[in-house]
């Protein structure tokens, strides 16, 4: 293992122990000299936290952060060019779907041997879930965990109240309370409002949404099922089969109860929606439950309900191609007649460092995303909505001292905290694509194929069979024998 300046690494970690930024005067700022380039997503959330502690890092240890930052849908493109030509960047902010493909390449440092020896991680205390999936690929760490995500759905708890509706278990029943709100005035400014706000512009993350609206009707076994291609065949699950095509069309319906330009406005703009009492249903990761108690942004405060996405009561029988009845044998964890399959869409953005850096520079990256990571940092950051992280280490669910000094309510909190535990705790939670090509299969071919069905290019029959050819396509294309025992591997089946 190359960590040739480890004691280096060890004392600074050691000594990053000391108050929320103290670091005691025994070394004085051991990485002075040393610039990291560190390319992430021009959010505004997810790169607020590097700017914001950037500076407080330098001061700590000298190390400069220089942060570049590129839209989503460019992200992966600009981390594989980068690192195959100029290497102009030493660490990156990044999706764990992405681990297959950088670690295949060469592009990720192991920094396996830095977590061993960094007590001030306190890597217990990452739940199991984000530790495993956002870090580790095939045994080794790759990346340092800075946020936990699933989607879950948000409801305005007055409305829902008023009207003695409960919050909705099942996709129908979100589709009947959205058409019961839709058109009617839910702020008081005299103008009418929408049921559903969904972000559905290309290109914006608006592909994850459709795995919600198809998890439960799919994945019924446990995580270790998987979601995305059959077992046994590797063929689509995305694909021409009754539970898909009525994913597709209750997600379709969803834009009824939305504003007339829901195919083109963004994540942060439904947020806002949202947040200014204009929405009384809306999906999202844990983002809005931190945004809801920001008195600049929101008008909800403490009129915010949250709840694990909406199940099925009828699932795809995969040997006969069926749908069939929820049953003790066709969803053995359903509650009260439902199948949930809470999605961990994405699963967190982690800190990976180049293999490429200059040992200083990989020790000085490292030590960065560690500070970040920390409980000292982490645990306000979570708590900050404008940050875009969210909660992931076991002690930020069972403390609630920091959620209510930033504004929650405890009931609020509890609510919040809870939605998202229920998710992680579930047996039967869909764990996100993770394979080589990842991006391909999702942020390429299920964004446009949904994007196009969305705008009435194609009805839902014909775009299920669309996704499944070009799925085939890209598995036949890297090699399919491979694709299919790396996706067994990530569902944690053994491989051949």
Known sequence: MKYTKIPIILTLLLLLSVGTLGISKAQDKPFAGVTVNVLSFAGPQVTEPLLRRGPDFEALTGAKIEVTTVPFAELYNAILTDQSGARSYD???MSPQWNADYVKAGILEDLSGYVKNDKDIQWDDIAPFFRNYIATYQGNIYVVPLDGDFHMVYYRTDLFEKEGITPPRTWEEYLAAAAKFNGQDLNGDGETDYGSCIPKVRQGQSFWWIVDFASARLQTQGTGQGAFFDLDTFEPLFGPNPAFIKALELFKETGKYGPADELTIDLNSTRDLFLTGRCALTMDWGD??????????????DLVGTVVIPGATEVLDRATGEMV????KTCPHAIDGINYAPFAAFGGWGGGVSSAADQNVKDAAYAFFSYLNQPAQSNIDVTIGKSGYNPYRLSQFSDLDAWVKAGFSETAAKNYLGAIEGSLSSPNMVLDLSIPST?????????????QYLAGEFTAEEAAKEIANQWNEISDEVGRDAQFQAYLGSLGIATK
């Not at 809005?288 to 405060?301: A, E, H, T, Y």
């Not at 009845?325 to 003790?328: F, G, Q, R, S, V």
């Open 439 to 451: 991006n391909r299969y999702l942020q390429v071919t299920l964004d446009t194929v949904v994007s």
């Open 288 to 301: 809005i439950g931190s945004l809801s108690i920001d008195p600049d942004r929101s008008k909800v405060q």
């Open 325 to 328: 009845a929820c049953d003790e």
């Open 91 to 93: 660490a990156f902010v």
